[in-house]
């Protein structure tokens, strides 16, 4: 049997593109689906297009919040699925995206969260993605303290309630910009992240009025501060900086596969789900 996947939708004044936004979560055809849409009070179309699919719901409010991640908070607390995401109202998931999800967890037991390939959207909504990242999009704890969180996908990541209920259970809405991030951070106090080369959600670019780009300054802000907090916590400072001197020699090797390879010592990224024409999910060699 499919594992309960529940999906959150915070939303404000997004009316343009929330209906495609609910329609990358209903058209999935996800027999198992719990789907709550948290408003914030919005006054443009969006309550109308909610009631539009509201019979699909299994819960939806609009009314006054403290922003994103408050809501985001409202969400989770009614949600009970075995499976947790959240995919923002201009945001879509591609097809297939939940059943990909559910038997790469089903399939590695030990999996607690994933993150899919990182895919995005233009304003029209036509799906790109950009040059390959580096490393293959992998992620541990010591590259999220080097690189600053860059590239870990919030449309595109999953993970199990227990996973959920070890982190505390809670969004920390004192983060008004980065409390993905410290979602993120938490999780890597007890899990490996594992990245997987399927396409899962993608994040949509705008011209106007998006945080991500217009407050990124501020963003980052939030970021320094929360990489301090655990650094502090768990008395990381002196592997972070081995790990920076290491990183600075492996740039010295001259052979792009010995560098690669090198890099992914240095660093503990864990092997990639990729597909398998045998087993339809595999881990990497290496």
């Not at 909504?125 to 303290?145: N, V």
């Not at 199990?160 to 890597?188: M, P, Q, V």
């Not at 010295?252 to 390879?261: G, Q, T, V, W, Y």
Request: hydrophobic residues 40%; charged residues 25%; contains cysteine.
């Amino acid at each position: 049997m499919l594992p309960k996947i529940s999906i959150v939708t915070p939303s404000y004044n997004q009316g343009q593109f929330l209906e495609d936004t609910i329609r990358s979560v209903l058209s999935q055809g996800y027999p198992n689906l719990e789907y709550i849409i948290i408003d914030g009070g919005s006054t443009d179309n969006s309550v109308e297009i909610i009631k539009k699919y509201e019979e699909h719901l299994t819960y939806w409010i609009s009314e006054a919040d403290g922003g994103l991640y408050h809501a985001l908070q409202k969400g989770f607390e009614r949600s009970t699925g075995d499976i947790m995401a959240w995919i923002n109202s201009d945001d879509m998931y591609h097809k297939v995206a939940l059943f990909t999800a559910a038997k790469i967890f089903l399939q590695f037991p030990d999996v607690k969260w994933i993150m899919g390939n990182n895919t995005f959207y233009n304003e029209d909504g036509h799906p790109f993605t950009f040059d390959k990242e580096p490393y293959e999009q992998r992620w541990s704890k010591w590259r999220m303290y080097l690189y600053k969180g860059k590239f870990i996908q919030q449309e595109s990541v999953f993970w199990r309630r227990d996973l959920w209920n070890k982190a505390g259970a809670f969004i920390d809405c004192n983060y008004s910009l980065a409390a993905d991030f410290d979602l993120w951070l938490r999780f890597f106090r007890h899990e490996k992240l594992y990245t997987t080369s399927f396409m899962l959600g993608g994040f949509r670019f705008r011209r106007e009025n998006q945080k991500s780009n217009q407050q990124r300054g501020e963003y980052l802000d939030e970021v320094r501060v929360l990489l301090r907090r655990e650094k502090e916590a768990n008395g990381d400072s002196a592997r972070i900086m081995y790990c920076s001197v290491l990183l600075y020699l492996v740039r010295l090797i001259p052979i792009e596969s010995l560098r690669a390879k090198a890099t992914l010592k240095v660093l503990k990224l864990p092997r990639k789900i990729v597909f398998s024409l045998t087993h339809g999910f595999a881990f990497s060699k290496r």
